[in-house]
């Protein structure tokens, strides 16, 4: 299923969601973390961005993508009329929220958090943003809950992979970078670790996922970001300079 979650704050917007695919005839193939991993998250413009969950995501946001031109009215309609998926659109200027599922369209006010996907696992990802207490900004009380989640002692076996962060910046939306750590689900000593490297000016819905110790990673591209192009490359650095000469994607280092 994943897990799709956002929030209001003041002018800003931030969304979470995870990369983990569930195939229901294929355990093996669902384990695969890194090689199976999809962002379920869609910058479709400065503007824009929607969090898919529900059934073939690939497909959903191949289709998604096909309307990034359109106008906002447009978008949402197009999503309605996807029955297997369920949706969280984001905007800014103002900033905005709805859920779209079943055909509905649902808008969510602050302080409520929209969500799309799996409903224990948001419940989960709520007390743990809630445990923060006040002072803490709702994108970094939204990823540190979902890292929390996509890891082996999130125990939602929905969700998993990696958790990304998209969050109103000057340019509008964004990816935000960092570090993770995947630990093995029966040995923590088996683990790797990586970089979360976002997509930047000309190609801003391009994202990168590099695993440091596997010597691999997988660039996302902002005109398919359905699907993962697989690097082979010595560290972050090489990643990224091989992401824009061969695939034309600018990345933040």
């Known amino acids: 299923m994943t897990l799709i979650a956002a929030a209001i704050e003041g002018t800003s917007v931030a969304i979470v969601g995870d990369t983990k695919i569930t195939f229901d005839d294929d355990a093996i193939r669902s384990a695969r973390l890194f090689e199976e991993a999809l962002p379920k998250l869609v ?75 799996d409903e224990e696992a948001f419940n989960r990802l709520r007390d743990l943003a809630g445990s923060w207490g006040p002072g803490v900004d709702e994108a970094f009380r939204l990823m540190s809950s979902m890292d929390q989640l996509v890891s082996p002692l999130g125990r939602i076996p929905s969700v998993g992979g990696f958790g990304i962060l998209a969050a109103a910046t000057d340019g509008g939306f964004r990816f935000a970078p960092s570090n993770f750590t995947i630990f093995g689900t029966t040995n923590f000593l088996d683990s790797y670790r990586g970089r979360i490297l976002p997509g930047r000016a000309p190609t801003p819905g391009a994202l990168g996922i590099y695993a440091t110790d596997a010597g691999a990673g997988r660039v996302f591209t902002h005109e398919q970001p359905w699907v993962g192009i697989k690097i082979l490359a010595p560290d972050a650095d090489s990643f990224a300079e091989i992401a824009k000469s061969e695939h034309g994607q600018a990345l933040l280092r």
């Open 43 to 117: 910058l479709l413009r400065d503007e824009l961005v929607v969090g898919v969950a529900g059934a073939g995501p690939a497909r959903m946001i191949e289709d998604l993508v096909g309307h990034r031109d359109h106008d906002l009215f447009d978008v949402i309609q197009h999503l309605r009329t996807e029955r297997d998926g369920d949706f969280v659109v984001a905007t800014l200027s103002p900033a905005r929220l709805w859920r779209v599922r079943d055909g509905r369209v649902e808008p969510v006010e602050p302080p409520t958090y929209a969500w799309a996907g």
